[in-house]
């Protein structure tokens, strides 16, 4: 360190950080398990050292100053590393605990994380896992944030907002496989030959990123689908399909996460509209052993998921 660099700690940037996501000194103390006067105590010894004001009074709160907005900004980056530095450490004398924060998109949730959860408790015992559902935009953030160290996320063919181009530079974004895109009609509709065989259907659309990729399907096809009701509850759109009341398109990791509802049946698209699964970390994530052994189970997870999947289809 030269002379005039300040006398930084990583704890002292958890605590700038969490500030910064609670907008309080007492909700950063009960989010870091610690006492509101002890976090008061870290930020005036802060404060000592750097000779400028890391935080400032607003009212009955507080809120960052420019030096406390800068801190906050470089905390997940060198958190990160010293986490990565001290797990190794740790492994390497036989430490196997830890800690890994997962976010995935909610079609994920029945089929996918419960046998990760599952899987996991059985490879590596030792190893916690806490789960939170986000879209894909969301997700991605919360890595670049550090709220979540794996993201496993999904993408359509030309989505135009993918979170994974500029949204997502500085990260590392892997293919973790594709859920083939089902079209949800009717029974006894008929069969569809050309999707332009729907376009005076009405239609139900899903989450902004599905509706998204609705309209550029349908638009690929020749016209503009004429979208009635809107839900992401994948049961709610197979109840309204069921009733005659319009017809939808869903992934096969939705449509696996209960029994098909009677009244309604499913054909694919084609390959080509199929999304694609991603996992999203930070750069070095890999490095932390407790991120890289969730990171072989969720792959392994997924690649079993699209054994049992593919093969319940061929049997349907």
Do not use: K
Not at 52 to 72: N, Q
Not at 113 to 142: D, F, K, N, Q, W
Not at 183 to 206: F, K, N, Q, R, Y
Not at 253 to 262: E, G, I, K, N, R
């Amino acid at each position: 360190m030269t002379p005039d660099a300040p006398d930084l700690d990583v704890q002292v940037l958890r605590t700038v950080r969490a500030i910064a996501d609670t907008g309080s000194i007492t909700a950063a103390a009960a989010a870091l398990g610690y006492s509101q006067p002890a976090i008061s105590q870290q930020l005036r010894r802060l404060e000592a050292r750097l000779g400028v004001a890391v935080v400032e009074r607003v009212g009955r709160g507080v809120r960052l100053t420019e030096a406390g907005r800068v801190l906050a900004r470089h905390a997940p980056a060198v958190t990160h590393a010293f986490d990565a530095a001290a797990e190794e450490l740790a492994q390497l004398r036989g430490l196997r605990t830890g800690v890994v924060r997962l976010v995935a998109f909610p079609s994920a949730s029945p089929v996918l994380v419960p046998r990760l959860i599952a899987a996991l408790a059985v490879a590596h015992p030792g190893l916690s896992l806490t789960y939170v559902e986000a879209e894909p935009p969301e997700a991605v953030e919360a890595i670049r944030e550090d709220r979540a160290d794996i993201a496993l996320t999904f993408s359509y063919p030309g989505d135009r907002d993918d979170p994974h181009g500029t949204s997502a530079r500085g990260l590392s974004v892997r293919s973790a496989g594709r859920d083939e895109l089902l079209l949800v009609l009717p029974e006894g509709h008929g069969a569809v030959s050309d999707l332009a065989d729907l376009a005076a259907a009405t239609w139900i659309a899903g989450c902004p990123r599905c509706r998204g990729h609705l309209l550029e399907l349908c638009g690929r096809a020749g016209f503009e689908p004429r979208i009635g009701f809107e839900t992401d509850n994948a049961v709610a759109v197979e109840g309204l399909v069921a009733q005659g009341i319009g017809v939808a398109t869903l992934p096969r990791m939705a449509v696996a996460s209960f029994p098909v509802l009677p009244g309604v049946v499913t054909a694919p698209l084609p390959a080509s509209e199929a999304r694609g699964l991603h996992v999203v970390t930070a750069r070095d994530a890999e490095r932390v052993p407790s991120v890289r052994a969730v990171l072989d189970v969720l792959m392994e997870q997924v690649s079993a998921l699209h054994r049992r999947v593919s093969d319940g289809a061929e049997s349907a």
